[in-house]
């Protein structure tokens, strides 16, 4: 069974630019979650969907960003226009239920954002 | 405000010795915390938690203490094996918030033959 997948694994773009990342959780997986490290700090929440309804974006850091989710299959996460302080690495991960044990909980191995 | 902190950034220790990793938390309505590994270029993987009602719990080679009257948690690693070099994430998690973790800042463990 393939595990969580993103893409692309790293993407270098100037200031001002649009970068959107891809996440494709495990098959049957109804919660994907999106999380992000910046310059070796913590992994910090930015949103919860279930299927394709956003349950908590309190996460999210301006309106720069963009998350979505049509169908309730991958989601894309846009940032648009890209600021210099967003460099880091964006996990994505699937739960097939909103997590009770969080052992349940898989990440992909990371989309890593860097910003010139 | 930083609700879970690991305050070593990083930590060597000789194969074949006990690793021990800190973790303090604020918020004492935590009802899980858990301890993930993380590898270079990949994801973080879960290693081992533990509920709030609980003091400990062991998985083979490693154990997780939980103090709630300090608000601190550690993780040992018994014995130590080159392979456990990763970062270590603490993170902790309410069942009211529908799977959002709140993790620490990671401590990078490097495990020496």
């Known amino acids: 069974e393939a595990g969580v997948t993103q893409f692309p694994s790293h993407s270098v773009i100037e200031k001002g630019q649009t970068v959107t990342l891809r996440c494709d959780p495990i098959s049957g997986h109804d919660n994907l979650y999106w999380y992000r490290r910046v310059m070796g700090k913590e992994i910090k929440f930015l949103l919860h969907?279930?299927?394709?309804?956003?349950?908590?974006e309190s996460g999210m850091p301006n309106n720069r960003f963009l998350a979505e989710r049509t169908g309730g299959t991958y989601s894309t996460l846009k940032v648009q226009p890209a600021e210099l302080e967003d460099s880091g690495v964006y996990f994505c991960?699937?739960?097939?239920?909103?997590?009770?044990?969080?052992?349940?909980?898989?990440f992909g191995e990371g989309s890593r954002l860097t910003v010139l | 405000d930083q609700q879970v902190k690991q305050n070593s950034p990083s930590l060597s220790v000789q194969e074949g010795r006990i690793s021990i990793l800190n973790c303090d938390y604020t918020?004492?309505?935590?009802?899980?915390f858990l301890w993930y590994k993380k590898y270079p270029a990949e994801g973080p993987t879960f290693l081992i938690s533990i509920s709030s009602i609980k003091d400990k719990n062991e998985d083979g080679r490693f154990t997780v203490f939980l103090n709630k009257s300090a608000k601190h948690l550690s993780l040992h690693i018994v014995p130590s094996q080159p392979g456990d070099s990763a970062v270590y994430f603490c993170a902790a998690y309410n069942y009211n918030q529908g799977g959002k973790l709140i993790f620490g800042q990671g401590t990078e463990l490097s495990v020496k033959p």
């Open positions: 991960a699937s739960s097939l239920q909103t997590v009770v044990n969080p052992g349940e909980l898989f």
């Open positions: 918020n004492s309505m935590f009802d899980y």
């Open positions: 969907f279930v299927k394709e309804s956003k349950q908590d």
